[in-house]
């Protein structure tokens, strides 16, 4: 690249800083397990645009002049960690068949994000914080071999999403909340199962248990008992899962409806302590005044008495 074409790059970086998601690319031949190896911008260095709707943009130099940014096959990362999925990756490469984002903090992935992918293979985001698989998920990719979903913190996947996916023979989701397995690799009929498996409990509407990613605790109610129990992390609520099994999960709307009634209760008691200590006052207002005016229907009657035997003196006399 030429000096010209390099400023422009850089010009063009700088003025990206400021309004976009800043990717660089070192592009390579990579092997991808049991997809082979593709033409692939391994993801050298980026800069976040807090905004997550903000378009990416990749620099980079390709290997050789005859290689273009159609010929780049895969996007891969499993160090610099992705807090959302690029937006747009499409506009610079229409012809990804991987996407491997490992490591990160990726917590949603929509059909919108995957749509313009349809000869997707693979797709692995391992160790990331994705926690729901939306409906028809995947609807547009349907080329799809091999799907990495560990260690995730998945509760909740809705039907269709694995179903249509005929050439699915590598598919792990161990580490997550709602299922934990992995089927043998390149084993279609545990494939199989296991999306069986993963139907059935992972549900949505199976009471599901909610993180509220931004503090990073845990919550969930026991139905039986009305018991609400707080984690701080994800390990100490699997410990007490293994321990107590069974757990009635809630989704997260569930459970902001809720968090809606405890505050409805909370304000209820708060109401409910006003007007007891309303009544209070009321009763001791009530009781002096009942001593006032007893204390004067004495002195009245203690007048009558008087004026009683007044009279009945006068009548002795
Ligand atoms: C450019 O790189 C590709 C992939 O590494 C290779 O197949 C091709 O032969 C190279 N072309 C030239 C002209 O070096
Ligand atoms: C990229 O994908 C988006 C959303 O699916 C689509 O609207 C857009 O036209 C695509 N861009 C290209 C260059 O294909
Ligand atoms: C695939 O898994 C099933 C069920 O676990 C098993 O019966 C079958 O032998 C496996 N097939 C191969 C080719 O390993
Ligand atoms: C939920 O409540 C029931 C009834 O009190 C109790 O037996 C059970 O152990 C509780 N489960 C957990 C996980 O605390």
Redesign the pocket.
Known sequence: MNILGFSILYLTAITSLTSTLLIHCEFEDEDFEHVGEFYSCNIENLVFNPDENSPANFIGEHTNSSLSNDDVKAVKTDFHRMIYFPQSINDTFKNLEVIYLNDGFLSKITQRDLQPFPKLKMLDLFENQLEVLEENLFKYNLELISVWLSNNRIYEIHAEVFDHLVYLRFLHLSGNACVARTAREGNRTEVLELIKEAKDGCAPGKVIITSTSATNRFKFL?I??S?I?LFDTERELKE?EEE?GD?LHLNSEIMKEFQDLKDQIWELRKTNKNLTFFIFVLSIVVVIMSIVIYAGHKRLRDYNIEGIAKVSMSRLI
Do not use: A
Request: charged share 40%; aromatic share 24%.
């Open positions: 026991n039986s008992d018991e129990k007490f107590f757990i």
